[in-house]
T-cell receptor, first 115, second 113 residues
């Protein structure tokens, strides 16, 4: 299967600072990338859908100014958590797919802790 | 809003027992996928079902897609401790002018040796 890499795998930041998480498709070009958030012992909640070269589409209830998503190339999407607060602490997971209706490959996730 | 409900939410069984996990929705999906996730890792795809009524087998795991493509089930035969994990169904749907992969609520399985 194709490989999707997330970086960093773990990050601890101070409240009020911003954190950037990268999602890279290593061996394929991804026209679409998805960002999910997962709280302990819960399922994945879709935050936004990112298409290369266009603005991300955010799910209802997700603040676009707080969770900045950039998909500038076919192999890289970034999620920036701005002015992080302890309640933003969570497991963030990205997935990438070549085209619509093809298999989505998942990154290994990023554990964000805001102190 | 596309909602996928999984049941049970948690299942603790003895090694060797059989189990079935259900994934239900009132919405129709173009395909449905089952994933397994280990703590601290991303989900790993087990199977994709596309056709209504489709049945797929993966060793001791049997997956079925409902005739109306609204529900699915995962049956595990003779469960082993290595099957322990979080099982997630996910439906592919056209929502708000784009295809999205929506995850179910998850089933946490514990297989006791």
């Amino acid at each position: 299967g194709a490989v999707v890499s997330q970086h960093p795998s773990r990050v601890i930041c101070k409240s009020g600072t911003s954190v950037k998480i990268e999602c890279r498709s290593l061996d394929f070009q991804a026209t679409t990338m998805f960002w999910y958030r997962q709280f302990p012992k819960q399922s994945l909640m879709l935050m936004a859908t990112s298409n290369e070269g266009s603005k991300a589409t955010y799910e209802q209830g997700v603040e676009k100014d707080k969770f900045l998503i950039n998909h500038a190339s076919l192999t890289l999407s970034t999620l920036t958590v701005t002015s992080a607060h302890p309640e933003d602490s969570s497991f963030y997971i990205c997935s990438a797919r070549r085209t619509v209706n093809t298999e989505a490959f998942f990154g290994q996730g990023t554990r964000l802790t805001v102190v | 809003t596309q909602l996928l409900e999984q049941s049970p939410q948690f299942l603790s069984i003895q090694e060797g027992e059989n189990l079935t996990v259900y994934c239900n929705s009132s919405s129709v999906f173009s395909s449905l996928q089952w994933y397994r996730q280990e703590p601290g890792e991303g989900p790993v795809l087990l199977v994709t079902v596309v056709t209504g009524g489709e049945v797929k087998k993966l060793k001791r795991l049997t997956f079925q897609f409902g005739d109306a493509r609204k529900d699915s089930s995962l049956h595990i035969t003779a469960a082993q401790p290595g099957d322990t994990g979080l099982y997630l169904c996910a439906g592919e749907a056209w929502v708000d002018s784009s295809y999205k992969l929506i995850f179910g609520s998850g089933t946490r399985l514990l297989v006791r040796p």
